[in-house]
């Protein structure tokens, strides 16, 4: 059997001497993306859990299985998933709130016109005026570039999100399809041996009444046929519940879902292959997420620094004026420009902790992206670990079920040669019928397996999947 991961690994390196340490005290405003997941990939590279991957692409792995019925489903899935469709509009709400932000670095102002009439005795019963005004916030220190910067990390931080739930909801799909075809596979072979069981029930009920066979026989076939009974509605409501949750990552009720029966995916060759395993750890977009999120928290923590310095501003306006009529005539030309420094000097213990406290929070992001990091590169080990794990119980419940056939086939031959009894018989075929249930328990599970692989490696082609669904 192919091994995919060493088991010698040994992950010893500390993220603090791999990681690029980044500014937290507001000398940048900006972390440098590339340089981080540099770093990430580094450490992926030394840690070297995928050395023993077999190459591929693996966009779109689950194709594989060779059903028109899945990938329906997840296209379904794709466009119609309520928290995608609410995650990306929350990215379109971070997008513009950036462009809000760049605006900014504009001036701002309005345009008024204004007209009145009195009766109150004054030296004008009549003025109307007309003229544009507009405020510049200058960005000499860089406060404007520092928010700048933190909206757009957040966006990022939210086409992360985005991403994160697409693999999420594929690799749910693509599970709960296996699991209702696994299900219907296991409700196939209870149904046989429950015609089985019926069958010989009604050859013993008839060699009891002619006083051929005593009625323990009779009763432990009965006890096997309940049994048995007994799980199918366990199965149907399996069946329902992956019926109810792919009904969900679709957006529909669970009454308009149907599924064709279509066991012969659970024979479908479906390997695990990367293209490039050390970047589809390092591109995961929880890392991504949690990256934007620290580069948000610094650059907060930036702009939090800003402002304790001055902050300078230019005011205008221009426009005309009339003294004696609501019209504007008989104008006459007016103007101001109006150069402005304040600062806050009197507020400043306030903004001395307001910057503590978003310096805080930047080494707290900090410290979550590490986490995330470390988490990442051990959940990928923990499911080529598991890959292989099942893989074997496969072999073994392959093995146990060929054994358990043969056995009942020769109890057959040596029950219909009457050197046996038929408890033994029945035994045998009871001893055929767990361990196939069991090879089918064995199937779901490697294949199980196999998408957590791809869920875990998903930074190449969850990039992939946010194109081609863009």
């Not at 390196?13 to 440098?32: Q, T, Y």
């Not at 490039?276 to 610094?298: E, K, T, V």
């Amino acid at each position: 059997m192919r091994k995919f991961i060493s088991y010698s690994i040994k992950t010893r390196l500390s993220l603090s001497a791999v990681l690029v340490a980044s500014v937290l005290s507001g000398c940048a405003s900006k972390i440098d993306i590339n340089n981080e997941q540099a770093s990430i990939q580094r450490f992926v590279e030394n840690a070297n859990i995928t050395a023993q991957v077999a190459l591929a692409d693996e966009v779109n792995w689950w194709q594989q299985l060779q059903s028109t019925q899945l990938n329906e489903l997840v296209n379904n899935a794709l466009a119609n998933n309520y928290d995608l469709q609410t995650s990306q509009l929350t990215l379109k709400s971070a997008l513009a709130r950036l462009g809000e932000q760049k605006a900014q670095y504009l001036p701002q102002g309005n345009i008024a016109v204004s007209a009145k009439r009195s009766d109150v005795p004054s030296v004008y019963d009549s003025q109307s005026s007309a003229n544009i005004g507009f405020d510049w916030q200058l960005d000499l220190f860089g406060r404007i570039t520092a928010l700048v910067d933190a909206a757009h990390a957040s966006a990022m931080s939210q086409a992360e999100q985005v991403r994160l739930l697409q693999i999420n909801v594929v690799s749910a799909v693509v599970k709960g399809f296996v699991s209702y075809q696994g299900n219907v596979e296991k409700q196939h072979i209870v149904a046989m041996q429950i015609q089985a069981l019926e069958q010989s029930i009604d050859v013993l009920q008839a060699r009891v009444d002619e006083g051929v066979a005593n009625e323990l026989d009779l009763n432990r076939t009965m006890a096997q046929l309940k049994q048995q009974q007994a799980l199918m509605p366990a199965i149907e409501y399996a069946k329902y519940r992956d019926l109810s949750a792919l009904a969900v990552l679709s957006g529909k009720l669970t009454q308009q879902i149907s599924i064709e029966n279509e066991q012969g995916v659970l024979k479908q060759p479906f390997t695990v292959a990367l293209k490039n395993a050390n970047n589809a750890i390092a591109l995961r977009p929880d890392i991504s997420r949690a990256l934007y999120n620290f580069s948000q928290a610094n650059s907060l923590s930036v702009a939090a620094s800003k402002a304790l310095l001055p902050d300078v501003s230019l005011s205008a306006f221009a426009g005309v004026v009339s003294i004696d009529s609501t019209g504007l005539n008989n104008t006459q030309k007016q103007w101001q420009l109006a150069p402005q420094i304040s600062w806050s000097l009197l507020s400043y213990p306030a903004l001395l902790k307001q910057r503590d406290a978003q310096q805080l929070l930047s080494e707290a992001a900090y410290s979550d992206y590490q986490n995330v990091v470390l988490s990442a590169v051990n959940d990928s080990e923990l499911s080529l670990q598991m890959l292989v794990n099942q893989q074997q119980q496969k072999q073994f419940a392959e093995q146990r079920f060929n054994f358990a056939n043969k056995a009942f086939l020769q109890a057959q031959a040596m029950y219909e040669e009457g050197q046996i009894p038929y408890l033994e018989l029945l035994d045998a075929r009871q001893d055929v019928l767990i361990a196939q249930e069991n090879a089918v328990d064995t199937t779901i599970s490697s294949l199980l397996a196999k998408v957590n692989a791809y869920q875990a490696f998903n930074g190449q082609w969850s990039y992939a999947l946010s194109e081609t669904t863009k």
